[in-house]
């Protein structure tokens, strides 16, 4: 058995381990050689950050224009002749434009994480009236205020794409393309159904359902288009 001593040293370096490592700004020794690397330092800041635009802006003229360059490097396509036809990048210009989205993508997501308004003064969303199916922005910013932790990791998660992709473009791996572009979707979709329009929930479109059901059939002659 060992020495009751011993091993009332042995808790208190492991306390003392404990305390350095949730105070190691403070910390004036260096902390022991980990097995792992250590985490990344956070960025240096060379200056500022300020932001232009609302988060609603930042989507429709940066993140979403940058997602389309991945979106649109992989598809299938139905020609006018019923021919499907798969797209895939082939030249080295398409893995450029490839690049320039996942470059985009990857760096103007942390743009997120700078304070803005979520849409332009005065733009309430669609919030308002018993078919509102979006949060307002004030209710958005609520959300993300109330735990910031949450809003970060949804950042993190399409940041993630992002690198996903250009690991794909280095490698010239069109099979991966596939899996990257669904991860970018889900991405994209599970940040918008938490903080956008939570409130299109699968209640939400039972009911849409059963209204589309009880309208009345369409009037001879007349055609649906698809
Ligand atoms: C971290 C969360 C988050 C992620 C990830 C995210 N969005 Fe958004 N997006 C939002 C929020 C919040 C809004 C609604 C802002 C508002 O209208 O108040 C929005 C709005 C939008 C809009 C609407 C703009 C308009 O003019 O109405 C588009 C388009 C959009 N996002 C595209 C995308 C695409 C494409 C992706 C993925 C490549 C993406 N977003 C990823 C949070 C996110």
Same mark, same amino acid.
């Given at each position: 058995?060992?020495?009751?001593?011993?091993?009332?040293?042995?808790?208190?370096?492991?306390?003392?381990?404990?305390?350095?490592?949730?105070?190691?700004? =403070?910390?004036?020794?260096?902390?022991?050689?980990?097995?792992?690397?250590?985490?990344?330092?956070?960025?240096?800041?060379? #200056?500022?950050?300020?932001?232009?635009?609302?988060?609603?802006?930042?989507?429709? %003229?940066?993140?979403?224009?940058?997602?389309?360059?991945?979106?649109?490097?992989?598809?299938?396509?139905? &020609?006018?002749?019923? =021919?499907?036809?798969?797209?895939?990048?082939?030249?080295?210009?398409?893995?450029?434009?490839?690049?320039? #989205?996942?470059?985009?993508?990857?760096?103007?997501? %942390?743009?997120?994480?700078?304070? &803005?308004?979520?849409?332009?003064?005065?733009?309430?969303?669609?919030?308002?009236?018993?078919?509102?199916?979006?949060?307002?922005?004030?209710?958005?910013?609520?959300?993300?205020?109330?735990?910031?932790?949450?809003?970060?990791? &949804?950042?993190?998660?399409?940041?993630?794409?992002?690198?996903?992709?250009?690991?794909?473009?280095?490698?010239?791996?069109?099979?991966?393309?596939?899996?990257?572009?669904?991860?970018?979707?889900?991405?994209?979709?599970?940040?918008?159904?938490?903080?956008? %329009?939570?409130?299109?929930?699968?209640?939400? %479109?039972?009911?849409?359902?059963?209204?589309?059901?009880?309208?009345?059939?369409?009037?001879?002659?007349?055609?649906?288009? &698809?």
């Amino acid at each position: 058995m060992t020495p009751f001593p011993t091993r009332l040293a042995a808790l208190l370096l492991f306390a003392g381990a404990l305390v350095a490592s949730c105070s190691s700004q =403070k910390s004036t020794t260096p902390p022991p050689a980990a097995a792992t690397p250590p985490a990344a330092p956070t960025v240096k800041m060379w #200056g500022e950050m300020k932001p232009v635009v609302s988060v609603k802006e930042l989507m429709q %003229y940066m993140i979403d224009p940058a997602s389309d360059y991945i979106f649109d490097s992989v598809k299938t396509l139905i &020609r006018p002749d019923g =021919k499907v036809v798969e797209v895939m990048p082939k030249t080295d210009a398409d893995w450029e434009k490839l690049r320039i #989205g996942a470059v985009t993508m990857a760096e103007g997501v %942390y743009l997120l994480k700078i304070q &803005r308004p979520f849409a332009p003064a005065g733009d309430v969303n669609n919030s308002v009236g018993p078919d509102a199916t979006e949060l307002s922005p004030t209710e958005i910013m609520a959300k993300v205020e109330k735990d910031p932790v949450e809003w970060n990791a &949804r950042i993190e998660a399409l940041r993630n794409v992002g690198l996903e992709v250009l690991d794909i473009v280095k490698r010239k791996d069109t099979k991966e393309l596939w899996d990257a572009s669904e991860n970018l979707d889900v991405a994209c979709e599970e940040c918008h159904s938490h903080y956008w %329009y939570p409130k299109e929930d699968a209640q939400f %479109y039972r009911g849409l359902d059963a209204r589309l059901k009880a309208l009345p059939p369409p009037a001879r002659g007349q055609s649906i288009s &698809r």
